[in-house]
Nanobody, 116 residues
Framework: QVQLVESGGGLVQPGGSLRLSCAAS????????MTWYRQAPGKQRELVAR???????NYADSVKGRFTISRDNAKNMVYLQMNSLKPEDTAVYYC??????????WGQGTQVTVSS
């Protein structure tokens, strides 16, 4: 059974940092592009970042230079380091796998709230 579990969200002040983690199980992790999406209240879910199996990365324009996606194939983990957070980054963050379309349904995600 394929499972992705997100963690690491929380409440942070503008300008702060958070590191999200996603633990994968039930797949040959190293074979997949991994992605982070987010969904803010009242908005559609959007792609934030992706990392392919070779380690190449791509980011939404809104997070370029602030967020960094990385992966640890030995641990079946994907991370999202988020720096210089802004209130508009407030959302539920989800990880998934596959590109250009997500291959799995959506889990519970992890809530990120940026507020003073």
């Amino acid at each position: 059974q394929v499972q992705l579990v997100e963690s690491g969200g929380g409440l942070v002040q503008p300008g702060g940092s958070l590191r999200l983690s996603c633990a994968a199980s039930g797949i040959i992790f190293s074979m997949y592009t991994m992605t982070w999406y987010r969904q803010a209240p009242g908005k559609q879910r959007e792609l934030v970042a992706r990392i392919d199996k070779g380690g190449d990365t791509n980011y939404a324009d809104s997070v370029k230079g602030r967020f960094t996606i990385s992966r640890d194939n030995a641990k079946n983990m994907v991370y999202l380091q988020m720096n210089s957070l802004k209130p508009e980054d407030t959302a539920v963050y989800y990880c998934n796998l596959g590109w250009p379309l997500p291959l799995l349904g959506w889990g519970q995600g992890t809530q990120v709230t940026v507020s003073s």
